[in-house]
């Protein structure tokens, strides 16, 4: 399998602040995925990043809150916009490749809102 | 609505004893059921997957059953190792490589 890099690994923001995370994989991918993993708990899925078009979010989730970016087939961005302390999560990429059914995760970013 | 589940949040087994984690879904569409292990500070990884037209699938010490009267899941891990703490989620496929991961069981190997 190929690497999935997730940058940062970890943050300490201060609430009402944004911050961008990055994924980059070292090799083209068919689909990325958002995912978040609130302390303790499971994965929910945020938003499917289309490439070169507009994210399609899952529901609870919404543009203006996580805005996501897909600029080509290897590299995405998610913006935790606004944040709160109730935004405190791990926030995960996920890619699959070609027509595979097996999703791959990044090592995640630990995000705490103080 | 349609959820994902698992029995039991934790799991202590001795060493060298056979693990079972189990998994309950609600969708009696899904057709295709994926297995991962967390480790503390990591991503999930894929362990195995199964699709609703088997019963049955094995892996390196691992086997997934699955019981689509019931609609249950479950994972067995042979001979469990220390390094096989972690905590395992159950996900479902629910189309277009979307997950909806279960709640997860955690994992603990006694000495």
């Known amino acids: 399998s190929a690497v999935i890099s997730q940058k940062p690994s970890r943050d300490i923001c201060q609430r009402g602040t944004s911050l961008t995370i990055q994924c980059q994989v070292d090799s083209q991918v068919t689909m990325m995925f958002w995912y978040r993993q609130q302390p303790g708990q499971s994965l929910t899925l945020i938003a499917t990043?289309?490439?070169?078009?507009?994210?399609?979010?899952e529901s609870g989730f919404v543009i203006d809150k996580f805005p996501i970016s897909r600029p080509n087939l290897t590299f995405s961005t998610l913006t935790v916009s606004n944040m709160s302390p109730e935004d405190s999560s791990i926030y995960l990429c996920?890619?699959?490749?070609?027509?595979?059914?097996?999703?791959?995760f990044g090592q995640g970013t630990r995000l705490t809102v103080v | 609505g349609e959820s994902v589940g698992l029995h039991l949040p934790t799991l202590s087994v001795q060493e060298g004893d056979n693990s079972i984690i189990n998994c309950a879904y609600s969708n009696s569409a899904s057709d295709y059921f994926i297995w991962y292990k967390q480790e503390s500070g990591k991503g999930p990884q894929f362990i195995i997957d199964?699709?609703?037209?088997?019963d049955k699938r094995q892996g390196q010490r691992v086997t997934v059953l699955l019981n689509k009267t019931v609609k249950h899941l479950s994972l067995q891990i042979a001979a469990t190792q220390p390094g096989d703490s972690a905590v395992y989620f159950c996900a479902e496929n629910r189309g277009a490589q979307k997950l909806v991961f279960g709640q997860g069981t955690r994992l603990t190997i006694n000495p």
């Open positions: 199964i699709r609703s037209n088997m």
């Open positions: 990043a289309n490439q070169g078009s507009e994210a399609t979010y």
């Open positions: 996920s890619v699959v490749w070609g027509s595979s059914t097996e999703a791959f």
